[in-house]
């Protein structure tokens, strides 16, 4: 039989564990390239050589230009590429996932089609904006409604705190300008966390449309995750904006989202969290993506068990 062209795959051995791999490495004005079984990215300062097996994802940012060997690499790799805009804010497209499984998010999409689990893990997620306190008596309404006073009140103290007069959230997603100062700052930030978070989703394998919280939009999942975070960074970064009156207050915005994740483990953080809403202790994500079963594409039956495929059951 003659030689498959192409680059022979990365031996299954010579993987790291998922657990074990740098999360993300965000790249921007470089060429990135492929020598031997290293991702080379070049720029005007030289070349350094990254372990593609060591990586969970790169992220590609403005000014970079990737080849298709280096592509490949990471794709054999199991790893995934993700292209966002300035240090990781703003998502634009991604390739293949970290997990050659789709063990997470087969997991997601099991969750979030049963009224039972769906429920339990939105309480969790509620429940993370409370630490500390018992939020097991409240019902989903009671929940909204505790959320809702939370923001509320964090408006306030941030307005407080800035000086900032502050009549309520007030936006026109079609005209951006319509807002005041602090209502423009607050869609800017969130909208940069919306990016930031999704390039988490995708990078790990999972729906971005699957929400337990939102549902109905393509960006359910993103949504719920992004709100985790909103009191912690787009709130106090956006009152911080508005105080200094930028004269773009939209790219400022951005560019102080864009450092607090340049400077901070948020992306370890979300990545953390994500997967223990998905009670990750349960469906373990990590080895059986690199393990030698991963490849192996199984037929679904009835009966709730799986079959071999490429098998012909004529008989």
């Known amino acids: 039989m003659p030689d498959i062209p192409g680059a022979p795959p990365v031996p299954l051995s010579q993987l790291v564990r998922a657990q074990d791999r740098l999360s993300f490495l965000y790249l921007e004005h470089s060429v990135i390239h492929?020598?031997?079984?290293?991702?080379?990215?070049?720029?005007?300062?030289?070349?350094?050589?990254?372990?593609?097996?060591?990586?969970?994802?790169?992220?590609?940012?403005?000014g970079t230009t990737v080849s298709q060997q280096a592509m490949v690499l990471l794709g054999e790799s199991g790893a995934t590429a993700v292209w966002v805009g300035e240090h990781g804010v703003r998502?634009?497209?991604?390739?293949?996932?970290?997990?050659?499984?789709?063990?997470?998010?087969?997991?997601?999409?099991?969750?979030?089609?049963?009224?039972?689990?769906?429920l339990r893990v939105a309480r969790q997620m509620y429940a993370m904006r409370f630490p500390g306190e018992d939020t097991t008596p409240l019902t989903m309404q009671q929940l909204r409604g505790r959320e809702g006073a939370r923001v509320r009140r964090l408006y306030h103290q941030h307005a407080k705190r800035t000086g900032i007069p502050w009549q309520r959230r007030?936006?026109?997603?079609?005209?951006f300008d319509?807002?005041?100062?602090?209502?423009?700052?607050?869609?800017?930030?969130?909208?940069?966390?919306?990016?930031?978070v999704h390039a988490v989703i995708v990078a790990l394998g999972c729906s971005p449309g699957l929400g337990f919280v939102h549902t109905g939009h393509a960006k359910s999942f993103v949504y719920d995750i992004a709100d985790l975070y909103k009191a912690d960074i787009t709130i106090p970064i956006a009152f911080d904006i508005a105080a200094r009156e930028v004269a773009d207050i939209g790219t400022e915005t951005r560019r102080a989202v864009r450092d607090h994740v340049r400077a901070?483990?948020?992306?370890?953080?979300?990545?953390?969290?994500?997967?223990?809403?998905?009670?990750?202790?349960?469906?373990e994500y990590g080895p059986e993506a690199f393990d030698e079963t991963?490849?192996?594409?199984?037929?679904?039956?009835?009966?709730?068990?799986?079959v071999a495929a490429g098998t012909?059951?004529?008989d």
């Open 34 to 62: 492929r020598d031997d079984n290293a991702i080379t990215a070049t720029d005007k300062r030289g070349t350094v050589h990254i372990p593609a097996a060591s990586l969970g994802a790169l992220l590609l940012g403005p």
């Open 91 to 118: 998502y634009y497209a991604h390739g293949r996932p970290l997990s050659q499984s789709t063990h997470l998010l087969q997991r997601q999409a099991s969750l979030v089609s049963n009224s039972r689990s769906r």
């Open 170 to 175: 007030d936006y026109n997603p079609g005209d």
């Open 178 to 196: 319509s807002g005041t100062p602090v209502n423009q700052a607050l869609s800017a930030a969130n909208t940069s966390l919306y990016g930031v």
């Open 264 to 283: 901070t483990t948020f992306l370890d953080t979300c990545v953390d969290d994500l997967k223990k809403l998905l009670h990750e202790d349960v469906v």
């Open 294 to 306: 991963s490849n192996v594409v199984m037929l679904w039956d009835d009966d709730g068990t799986t």
């Open 312 to 314: 012909n059951y004529d």
